[in-house]
């Protein structure tokens, strides 16, 4: 499974961007999707989960009422809307895919793709 992450940029605090992450070659393993970030020196972290049937979502508290993660498996691309950016939400986003959905709130994943760079300027 290879991952193409994009959507990212520079944006104000409190404005909104959304990220894609598109999944090609063997996508039909029923993966389940994540995606995690990480600022410059702090370690990779979760940021949100969706499982493959898209039935159950789960968020960092720090995201939670702000970021939304869904996925289209017609397009096998799996999206995370993030609305009232902060600066602290900086980092270069990641996705990953996994068959174990636990995993990824740990920040595990089977396949990553390249980051995306998100900066939130205040």
């Known amino acids: 499974v290879q991952l193409q992450a994009s959507g990212g940029g520079l944006v104000q605090a409190g404005g909104s961007l959304r990220l894609s992450c598109r999944a090609s070659?063997?996508?039909?393993?029923?993966?389940?999707m994540g995606w995690f970030r990480q600022a410059p020196g702090k370690e990779r972290e979760f940021v949100a989960a969706?499982?493959?049937?898209?039935?159950?979502?789960d968020y960092a508290d720090s995201v939670k009422g702000r970021f939304t993660i869904s996925r289209d498996n017609a397009r096998n691309t799996v999206y995370l809307q993030m609305n009232s950016l902060k600066p602290e939400d900086t980092a270069v986003y990641l996705c990953g895919a996994d068959r174990n959905y636990p995993s990824l709130q740990i920040a595990v994943a089977g396949y990553w793709g390249q980051g995306t760079e998100v900066t939130v300027s205040s």
């Open positions: 070659g063997r996508t039909s393993g029923f993966y389940h």
């Open positions: 969706i499982t493959w049937s898209a039935g159950t979502t």
